[in-house]
């Protein structure tokens, strides 16, 4: 009866599981599906508890109350078992090992989730797989939408706490600088995972050219550029990927779900690290100089492509008409010409094209970014401005 607090006491004579509700003796099975219809629910967030300790627990974080302090930096916790695993972080014991690759960690539960890396066992299945339960649940939480976690200085949401407190990092003026190096890093962890680099120790290693990586997530997704495949096909405009990742990506452009916005023109994108492309446009930097001419350029795929002026390489060759390219991507374009197919259509006037043409979008924009210094006439296009001073002002 000391695990139903909620029923009445047993009178003389009367028989414990008729006080429990049953009119025979129940049997076992029956008996356990009663102890857990029986939890201790939180009166806060409605989360339920199959004991009252585990309940009692948990409403420390509704009050705050931490009752296990940290002797190095002062961090609080709610359970001596919490403060002892935190404690490992200070003393860098490293007690479970992975017997497939050696690799240790502080918490069993993390040696659990590496395992996954060596089964490949992926259970926990939405439209996409995972090798933990923990991770179907938090993958969840982005379909559902909902981002519960604001941060108090810039007002930006997040679905996760986890990730709220990695944006506001970049709030913060503390880093984490490389001893070896002049590399700093916002996270600890960061900085540990590239001290790899200059140890050799726990690196992954790609069997195709010997590239080195911190981690294997890393390594997996290197790996997809010396494969062929592309088996993630968008179902609007046919174009195909070699991952999830970068077809969600693309999918944006057709949606017009773009996330992050230049605070200089407004100009939308998908990605964090296009936007961050774009805002050359506006600082005018070119940090990516040819070592061979010294020709500076706005991004790093600029500046390979140009390699090729000097180096003559032209290895991708066209099985359809014989011509040669420098880059794959290049070859791939070509071979639509090929196919005849024009999947992209300009929206403003309907124009077809095999690929994307930002000249033509050039076309239809009122902007005019690209100004004379000597008179302040404005072009659309840099050749415009080029010819112009050429013309004008040198002759």
């Known amino acids: 009866i000391s695990f139903f607090p909620c029923l009445r006491e047993v009178s003389a004579g009367e028989k414990w599981w008729r006080a429990v509700g049953f009119q025979s003796g129940p049997s076992i099975a029956t008996w356990v599906h009663v102890v857990k219809q029986r939890q201790f629910s939180c009166d806060q967030c409605g989360k339920s508890f199959k004991g009252k300790d585990a309940l009692t627990l948990h409403q420390r974080r509704h009050t705050g109350e931490n009752l296990f302090c940290c002797d190095q930096c002062g961090k609080r916790f709610t359970t001596k078992q919490q403060l002892s695993r935190h404690m490992r972080v200070h003393t860098g014991e490293s007690l479970f090992s992975c017997d497939q690759c050696g690799v240790s960690f ?48 810039c007002g930006k949401s997040c679905i996760l706490m986890r990730n709220l407190k990695r944006h506001k990092l970049t709030h913060s003026e503390r880093r984490f600088p490389c001893d070896e190096c002049e590399k700093s890093f916002r996270l600890k962890y960061n900085l540990n995972l590239h001290k790899r680099l200059h140890s050799g120790h726990d690196l992954c290693y790609c069997e195709t050219c010997g590239k080195r990586f911190t981690t294997q997530n890393q390594l997996h997704e290197h790996e997809l550029s010396h494969s062929t ?158 010819r112009h001073i050429e013309v004008i002002h040198e002759n």
Not at 114 to 122: A, E, F, M, Y
Not at 130 to 143: E, V
Not at 267 to 283: A, C, D, G, N, W
Not at 354 to 383: A, D, L, M, Y
Request: proline share 2%.
């Open 106 to 153: 502080k918490q069993k539960g993390a040696l659990k989730l590496h395992s996954v890396i060596h089964t490949g066992k992926r259970d926990h299945r939405c439209e996409k797989t995972f090798g933990q339960l923990s991770h179907l649940k938090t993958h969840k939480l982005i379909h559902k939408g909902e981002k519960n976690h604001h941060c108090d200085q």
């Open 229 to 386: 495949d592309r088996p993630h096909g968008c179902d609007q405009c046919g174009k195909s990927f070699k991952s999830i990742y970068k077809l969600t990506l693309h999918q944006r452009l057709h949606t017009g779900n773009k996330l992050f916005c230049c605070d200089q023109c407004g100009k939308r994108f998908p990605t964090k690290q296009r936007l961050s492309r774009h805002m050359i446009v506006h600082t005018g930097e070119r940090p990516f100089s040819c070592d061979q001419c010294g020709v500076s350029f706005k991004n790093k795929v600029a500046l390979k492509v140009h390699t090729i002026i000097h180096t003559g390489k032209r290895d991708h060759k066209c099985d359809e008409c014989g011509k040669t390219f420098g880059h794959l991507s290049s070859l791939r374009s070509h071979k639509l010409i090929h196919k005849g197919e024009k999947n992209y259509c300009c929206d403003q006037c309907g124009k077809t094209f095999v690929n994307r043409n930002k000249q033509h979008e050039i076309s239809h924009s009122t902007e005019r970014p690209h100004v004379c210094g000597e008179c302040g006439t404005t072009f659309k296009r840099i050749n415009h401005l080029k």
